[in-house]
Nanobody, 123 residues
Framework: QVQLVESGGGSVQAGGSLRLSCAAF????????MAWFRQAPGKEREGVAS???????SYADSVTGRFTIAKDNAKNTLYLQMNSLKPEDTAMYYCAADYGWIGSLAASEYNYWGQGTQVTVSS
């Protein structure tokens, strides 16, 4: 079992930055694939960024160039640095993990999920 705990959400103005963190507890492995997802009210959950066991990353088109995903294996912590935030980035952000080697932006690829942290961007 893996437990994931997100933190770092908050309210910022457009153009601002936030860094989300996701601490992993339990049977964690450095090779695990991890990802960030988000869900806005009335919308489906969407993949934002993923990182594979080999460190390869992928991003949704809407955040490419603005968000950066990183993983600190020594601390069992996943990060999402979000810059140049836009009102449309407002959502609940979730951390996800699984034991697959390849990262994915598909929610179906992950069995472990955190409770989420709210990000609100005002114009």
């Amino acid at each position: 079992q893996v437990q994931l705990v997100e933190s770092g959400g908050g309210s910022v103005q457009a153009g601002g930055s936030l860094r989300l963190s996701c601490a992993a507890f339990g049977h964690t492995y450095s090779s695990a694939s991890m990802a960030w997802f988000r869900q806005a009210p009335g919308k489906e959950r969407e993949g934002v960024a993923s990182i594979g066991g080999d460190g390869s990353t992928s991003y949704a088109d809407s955040v490419t160039g603005r968000f950066t995903i990183a993983k600190d294996n020594a601390k069992n912590t996943l990060y999402l640095q979000m810059n140049s935030l836009k009102p449309e980035d407002t959502a609940m952000y979730y951390c996800a993990a699984d034991y697959g080697w390849i990262g994915s932006l598909a929610a179906s690829e992950y069995n472990y999920w955190g409770q989420g942290t709210q990000v609100t961007v005002s114009s």
